[in-house]
């Protein structure tokens, strides 16, 4: 069975860093394309960042310049670094599995972020 | 950028057929993929590729897509369908990006 367990979440002031990570299993996560999805509390979807099978990434406007997306193929992992954090960031982040160009057929449960004072 | 707009809610009796829109600039010519989110859980795929539905999904989801607005279709809904719906699309006009409509709350009265 496919898996995807976040983790990493938590509190943390404004202008703060969080590294999350997402596992992978009973799949090879470098030979999918992987995202991460966050969703804003009583809010709706919005994707955030995007890592192909090659390599080549893209990010959302919102966060462009303050989060970085990589993976360790190694240990089958996602991550994304979370750098100069906003209160507007707070949101569930959800490890997403995507189908090329197309759709998410893989979620996560997600994992918490707090940006607080 | 490209923009779904989603009816902020739907309400239909049990056994009735709930339609759920999802509009967009010539959507038609994009591929369109539907969302399930039941409260506190992540979202589930229920419809991709328009009007294709993922192994698990019963036949009473189904979608459609032309011109202007894509459509999510529930048959004979129970009460287990009521959930937050969320529509998808691929955007390539720019840079690459995936785009969320805002979302529908579907009751089940």
């Known amino acids: 069975e496919v898996q995807l367990v976040e983790s990493g979440g938590g509190l943390v002031q404004p202008g703060g860093s969080l590294r999350l990570s997402c596992a992978a299993s009973s799949f090879t996560l470098s030979s999918y394309e992987m995202n991460w999805v966050r969703q804003a509390p009583g809010k709706g979807l919005e994707w955030v960042s995007h890592i192909s099978d090659r390599g080549t990434i893209y990010y959302a406007d919102s966060v462009k310049g303050r989060f970085t997306i990589s993976r360790d193929n190694a240990k089958n992992s996602l991550y994304l670094q979370l750098n100069s954090l906003r209160a507007e960031d707070t949101a569930v982040y959800y490890c997403?599995?995507?189908?090329?160009?197309?759709?998410?057929?893989?979620w996560g449960q997600g994992t918490l972020v707090t940006v607080s004072t | 950028s490209y923009v779904l707009t989603q009816p902020p809610s739907v309400s239909v009796a049990p056994g009735q057929t709930a339609s759920i829109t999802c509009g967009g600039n010539?959507?038609?010519?994009?591929?369109v993929h539907w969302y399930q989110q039941r409260p506190g859980q992540a979202p589930v795929l229920v419809i991709y590729?328009?009007?294709d539905r993922p192994s698990g999904i019963p036949e009473r989801f189904s979608g459609s897509n032309s011109g202007i607005t894509a459509t999510l279709t529930i048959s004979r809904v129970e009460a287990g369908d009521e959930a937050d719906y969320y529509c998808?699309?691929?955007?390539?006009?720019?840079?690459?990006?995936?785009?969320f409509g805002g979302g529908t709350k579907l009751t089940v009265l």
């Open positions: 998808q699309v691929w955007d390539r006009s720019n840079d690459l990006v995936w785009v």
């Open positions: 590729y328009d009007n």
């Open positions: 997403v599995r995507g189908i090329t160009g197309s759709y998410f057929d893989q």
């Open positions: 010539n959507i038609g010519s994009k591929s």
